[in-house]
């Protein structure tokens, strides 16, 4: 904590809320630190296989644009993001500025439309936390400034104080996502698509796989080509690895 400042009992968490009041509570929390916007996006396998950042399957915001989740989950900002490429591949809080007076981490990656709408929006300085965990998910949390904080307040623990917030906060959250949520959505198999490929993984032949779901050779055979075509893999052992990437395989 800030010297001098503690969570209110109005703000504490409770075992009640759902992912949006949680995020409302964030929210309250984060004016200790001067933030004016809070960003919370979770992508349970982040990158595809071919190094590709993958859209997040949970993505909330407070005191941000209507339209940014939009544009940068269904348009593609986020893949464009330069924030979100830095955390991915970091473990420590990132602080950047798209303002070109001002520097930071972003000092040679201040244009494109990612700058130029956040600038737009006078939202385009913040820190970012990436929250790796011990599977394959990401998350990041994202505090915005409108006004540039002190250097003073940057050189103090205020950093160190919003990655603890900032892994405490996912841990709530977290436990809020629906399940599906939890998974991929990058590629989409069937239940019974995931069935066929996992008794591949575990070595049946064709015939064996059919015996023990009850079907036809010619059922399964459908099933393992769909699989494959969903998941871009060129052969059976392509599409095993492939599953296994997305975190489909047990």
Same mark, same amino acid.
């Given at each position: 904590m800030i010297p001098g400042v503690t969570m209110t009992d109005a703000l504490a968490p409770s075992e009640s809320d759902d992912f949006e009041a949680s995020l409302d509570r964030a929210m309250g929390e984060v004016g200790r630190f001067g933030i004016d916007?809070?960003?919370?996006?979770?992508?349970?396998?982040? #990158?595809?296989? %071919? &190094?590709?950042?993958?859209?997040?399957?949970? #993505?909330?915001?407070?005191? =941000?644009?209507?339209? =940014?989740?939009?544009?940068?989950? !269904?348009? &593609?900002?986020?893949?464009?993001?330069?924030?979100?490429? =830095?955390?991915?591949? %970091?473990?420590?809080?990132?602080?950047? %500025?798209?303002?070109f007076e001002e520097h930071s981490a972003l000092t040679d990656a201040a244009q494109g439309a990612v700058a130029d709408y956040l600038r737009d929006c006078k939202l385009a300085r913040?820190?970012?936390?990436?929250?790796?965990?011990? &599977?394959?998910?990401? !998350?990041?949390?994202s505090g915005i400034w409108r006004q540039r904080p002190s250097e003073q307040a940057l050189r103090n623990s205020m950093l160190a104080e919003f990655m603890l917030f900032a892994h405490g906060l996912h841990d709530r959250l977290i436990r809020k996502v629906d399940a599906e949520l939890q998974s991929t959505t990058a590629v989409r198999l069937t239940p019974r698509e995931r069935e066929c490929i996992q008794l591949c993984a575990d070595g049946l032949s064709d015939k064996q796989v059919a015996h023990a779901l009850d079907r036809s050779i010619s059922t399964v055979v459908m099933h393992l080509q769909s699989a494959m075509r969903k998941l871009g893999a060129r052969n059976r052992a392509q599409a095993i690895a492939r599953a296994a990437h997305y975190g489909m395989l047990h």
């Open positions: 916007a809070l960003i919370y996006d979770y992508a349970p396998v982040p #990158f595809t296989p %071919s &190094g590709d950042i993958i859209t997040p399957s949970v #993505f909330g915001a407070r005191n =941000m644009p209507e339209d =940014m989740a939009a544009l940068w989950c !269904a348009q &593609g900002l986020y893949q464009r993001d330069p924030v979100q490429r =830095m955390a991915l591949g %970091s473990v420590q809080p990132v602080y950047w %500025s798209y303002h913040g820190i970012t936390v990436p929250v790796h965990l011990p &599977g394959r998910g990401s !998350a990041t949390v």
